[in-house]
């Protein structure tokens, strides 16, 4: 496509169940982010992937968030055991090779934890 | 740490120049950015500027960057009503993570 796309818009859920985030990166693209808005708050980093190198989790909030990107293409945010607190917008942004000149973001997963 | 810090809330008249502020705290950094977000919207990048620069200018945007002080600045000239939107600083650490500050929302009235 011709931009990121996220998948689904959004997402209302019950405390407890488990979701999973989808993340179409624009083609060619080798790095994709994953980032969590909160009300109120500004982007706060979760994960990095570059490649097929080992990726940065360093932002992950929780080991009830897990990220992995297949083929080097699509990703897949997934969080267990949801809590109330991990309501936000997830938005994923994908930028061409090392080039951090720009990031070009999906229109974000709005979870609601109920 | 790793704060980037803004100001939460500007309000300018249309026709009037807007200055929004942040300040990082890597001074590593190797760039700097402005993102907008528009309502129900991704981010998308309004400019950029290295570190070795002091002022960058596109068209109705002046971005200006004081290292010493690790401050960054954004002047929109001439704000009009679709300028109103979330505007995100951000920092390039020494991987390629960016970190984000937290947004200022400005709001242009008639």
């Known amino acids: 496509g011709a931009g990121v796309s996220q998948s689904p818009s959004n997402k209302v859920t019950e405390k407890g169940k488990d979701v999973e985030l989808r993340c179409d990166p624009i083609?060619?693209?080798?790095?994709l982010y994953w980032y969590r808005q909160s009300l109120g708050q500004g982007l706060e980093f979760l994960i990095y992937?570059?490649?097929?190198?080992?990726?940065?989790k360093s932002g992950l909030p929780s080991d009830r968030f897990s990220a992995e990107r297949t083929g080097g293409s699509v990703s897949t945010l997934t969080i267990q055991r949801t809590q109330q607190e991990d309501s936000a917008v997830y938005l994923c942004?994908?930028?061409?090779?090392?080039?951090?000149?720009?990031?070009?973001f999906g229109s974000g997963t709005q979870l609601s934890v109920l | 740490g790793e704060d980037v810090e803004q100001s939460l809330f500007l309000s300018v008249r249309e026709g009037d120049s807007s200055v929004i502020n942040c300040t990082y705290t890597?001074?590593?950094?190797?760039?700097l950015y402005w993102y907008k977000q528009e309502p129900g919207a991704g981010l998308q990048l309004l400019t950029y500027?290295?570190?070795?620069?002091d002022m960058k200018q596109d068209q109705r945007l002046t971005v200006l960057l004081n290292k010493k002080d690790k401050h960054l600045s954004l002047r929109i000239a001439d704000t009009q009503t679709g300028d109103s939107a979330i505007y995100f600083c951000?920092?390039?650490?020494?991987?390629?993570?960016?970190?984000f500050g937290t947004g200022t929302r400005l709001q242009v009235f008639p």
């Open positions: 942004a994908s930028s061409p090779g090392k080039s951090r000149e720009k990031l070009f």
């Open positions: 083609s060619g693209h080798t790095a």
């Open positions: 992937f570059q490649g097929n190198s080992a990726p940065d």
């Open positions: 890597d001074s590593s950094s190797t760039y």
């Open positions: 500027i290295f570190s070795n620069m």
């Open positions: 951000a920092e390039s650490m020494g991987t390629d993570k960016l970190i």
